[in-house]
T-cell receptor, first 115, second 111 residues
Framework: GAGVSQSPRYKVAKRGQDVALRCDPI?????LFWYQQALGQGPEFLTY????????KSGLPSDRFFAERPEGSVSTLKIQRTQQEDSAVYLC?????????????FGPGTRLTVT | GQQLNQSPQSMFIQEGEDVSMNCTSS?????WLWYKQDPGEGPVLLIA?????ELTSNGRLTAQFGTTRKDSFLNISASIPSDVGIYFC???????????FGDGTTLTVKP
């Protein structure tokens, strides 16, 4: 399909392991966003890319979280030394324009469980 | 930081009833967005509001951007079973890349 895809859909990690979550945005979309959604809550902003430039990373909870989008398309969110509080659904969204003013199309998310 | 309060937290209604939910903020937004999220999926945009006082409809859905820019409401008329899901409001300012989401209203529709 032509939507945003994310992989893996589910990830179980032991505390202390590193994980990498992938986002394939809609082809040609300039902006890409990562959100963290805890159970029973709304998505919380993590970081925003415009093409390959990371313009806002103010939502990343700690320096264990790192995101990249080296060629301005696929993005990877990496979490080092995972902790139990990192358990959440990680959502990726893309939009065709600059910034969040244009409709953001969300992927299905990656559910991360840290044991 | 900015926080959005959504109410009610959950609603149980009969099919055919109308539904109203709202969202208030401690600070101003210049765009309000309403999303619906189904289990195992990402949120899908329902309605976007760009001007204070604006009233916008999308089928059975109607949303309004409050005149103070600190609130918005969403109405669903003549609810049907497929309206079941979690509805989120989100606020956005054009000088920022991010949207701030509320914690959602969970809607259950009994046939």
């Amino acid at each position: 399909g032509a939507g945003v895809s994310q992989s893996p859909r589910y990830k179980v990690a032991k505390r202390g392991q590193d994980v990498a979550l992938r986002c394939d945005p809609i082809s040609g979309h300039v902006s890409l966003f990562w959100y963290q959604q805890a159970l029973g809550q709304g998505p919380e902003f993590l970081t925003y890319f415009q093409n390959e430039a990371q313009l806002d990373k103010s939502g990343l909870p700690s320096d264990r979280f790192f995101a990249e989008r080296p060629e301005g398309s696929v993005s990877t969110l990496k979490i080092q030394r995972t902790q139990q509080e990192d358990s959440a659904v990680y959502l990726c969204a893309s939009s065709r324009g600059l910034g969040g003013i244009y409709e953001q199309y969300f992927g299905p998310g990656t559910r991360l469980t840290v044991t | 930081g900015q926080q959005l309060n959504q109410s009610p937290q959950s609603m149980f209604i009969q099919e055919g009833e109308d539904v109203s939910m709202n969202c208030t903020s401690s600070s101003i937004f210049n765009t309000w967005l309403w999303y619906k999220q189904d289990p195992g999926e990402g949120p899908v945009l329902l309605i976007a509001l760009y001007k204070a006082g604006e009233l916008t409809s999308n089928g059975r859905l109607t949303a309004q951007f409050g005149t103070t820019r600190k609130d918005s409401f969403l109405n669903i008329s003549a609810s049907i079973p497929s309206d079941v899901g979690i509805y989120f409001c989100a606020g956005y300012n054009t000088n920022a890349g991010k949207s701030t989401f509320g914690d959602g209203t969970t809607l259950t529709v009994k046939p």
